[in-house]
């Protein structure tokens, strides 16, 4: 397999934003087939509006967003996730006076009931703690068992990509780490995770590649496990990002 075949999602010179203030600038970058990619730099960075962009969240002004090759930009949500994008949002977004079942066959309804019913079983075999807890509300859920379920209302479309924007926000640390777990399997399977996450070392431990944005901008993209082992982390996820580009160079 060649090294273009290999790709799965392209920015391609991408400008975007919100009437006339531009976050994204220019913004080009390339993450592989199966693999997580992660997202980081500053807040304001681009991180999060880079993922709406390419769930057609946000007009491009300028620039492609390619999908296997595809150009997608322009394409609405209905038809993002009839190619197999599926997007988790930051923060809470489930129904939380309709049971755990009725969440994810709300989650299906693009599927046709009988497609829905018979994925339901297989994707809560990823999340047995949610599984117990078919005939409760949505709000009884912990935290971390919301944010599973988020996921797994994702993954009954049988998603080839999915986005996930700051998926550890407001759970414990032994939650965040069975979310990144099975963020690893699906990647494995064969899944593309392309994630914005603030807990950036936790993060980068099972991510492939990341990929450092400032002011809209990719200024590093190197294998997680390099950054991992870079003096410079904390620099570069509080800003730095440019320095620390500059500094690996000399």
Known sequence: MSTTDNICIEFDDVVAGYKDFMIL??????ATK???????GPNGAGKSTALKALFGLLKLRQGRILLDGENIAGLNQKELL????AFVPQGRNLFGQLTVWQNLELGGITLGMKTTHERIPEVLEFFPRVKERMNSMASALSGGEQKQLEIGRA???RPKVILIDEPSIGL???VVQDVFRLLRRLANQGTTVLMVEQNVKSALKISDEAIALESGRLVLQKPASELLADPNIERLFLGGAHQASAAATV
């Open 25 to 30: 600038n220019n913004l080009s970058f390339k």
């Open 34 to 40: 199966g693999s997580i990619t992660l997202l980081l």
């Open 82 to 85: 009839a190619k197999g994008v």
């Open 155 to 157: 993954l009954l479309l």
């Open 172 to 174: 414990s640390p032994l």
